[in-house]
């Protein structure tokens, strides 16, 4: 009888991971957001999300991951060019230097929004949820913007 008793323990601490993990994550204090925009595509094509981190702590701060409840999946892009030909790759994590910022920009580092759960419409707001390596987490707005945006107010 000792066996059932123990895989319902299991079974119940199993189930309480998460929302320990969760309970754990802590508001990032030392990065804050700016200019936080998406670029919304037509139909199915992923969206790219841009804006300005800025670090205020004397340390430098590791970016490793972010969601969102928008979107199936997001993850960290970079673009880049060489000999006028164009790529994108997924990078793991970003540094953001220490007093100083990292910019989210057409052609260069991005958030690649993949599986939008409902049609993102230009004009809402979209919750993502930066993950930092020491644990925190940072909520931030971004505003939907039209295909042919360049910029939050172009």
Do not use: C
């Given at each position: 009888m000792r066996i059932p008793k123990t895989?319902?323990?299991?079974?119940?601490?199993?189930?309480?991971?998460?929302?320990?993990?969760?309970?754990?994550?802590?508001?990032?204090?030392?990065?804050?957001?700016?200019?936080?925009?998406?670029?919304?595509?037509?139909?199915?094509?992923?969206?790219?999300?841009?804006?300005?981190?800025?670090?205020?702590?004397?340390?430098?701060?590791?970016?490793?991951?972010?969601?969102?409840?928008?979107?199936?999946?997001?993850?960290?892009?970079?673009?880049?060019?060489?000999?006028?030909?164009?790529?994108?790759?997924?990078?793991?994590?970003?540094?953001?230097?220490?007093?100083?910022?990292?910019?989210?920009?057409?052609?260069?580092?991005?958030?690649?929004?993949?599986?939008?759960?409902?049609?993102?419409?230009?004009?809402?707001?979209?919750?993502?949820?930066?993950?930092?390596?020491?644990?925190?987490?940072?909520?931030?707005?971004?505003?939907?913007?039209?295909?042919?945006?360049?910029?939050?107010?172009?």
């Amino acid at each position: 009888m000792r066996i059932p008793k123990t895989l319902a323990l299991a079974f119940v601490f199993a189930l309480a991971l998460p929302a320990l993990a969760l309970a754990q994550a802590k508001e990032s204090a030392a990065v804050h957001v700016s200019a936080a925009w998406i670029r919304v595509l037509p139909g199915a094509l992923p969206n790219a999300g841009y804006a300005v981190l800025h670090n205020d702590s004397d340390s430098a701060v590791k970016l490793v991951g972010a969601s969102s409840p928008a979107y199936g999946q997001v993850m960290l892009h970079k673009s880049s060019e060489s000999g006028g030909v164009s790529r994108m790759h997924m990078v793991p994590s970003l540094t953001i230097p220490a007093h100083g910022k990292v910019e989210f920009a057409p052609g260069g580092y991005h958030l690649m929004l993949m599986r939008a759960v409902h049609p993102v419409k230009p004009g809402t707001h979209v919750a993502i949820q930066l993950r930092f390596a020491d644990g925190s987490i940072l909520h931030a707005g971004f505003l939907a913007r039209p295909a042919n945006a360049t910029g939050i107010s172009d």
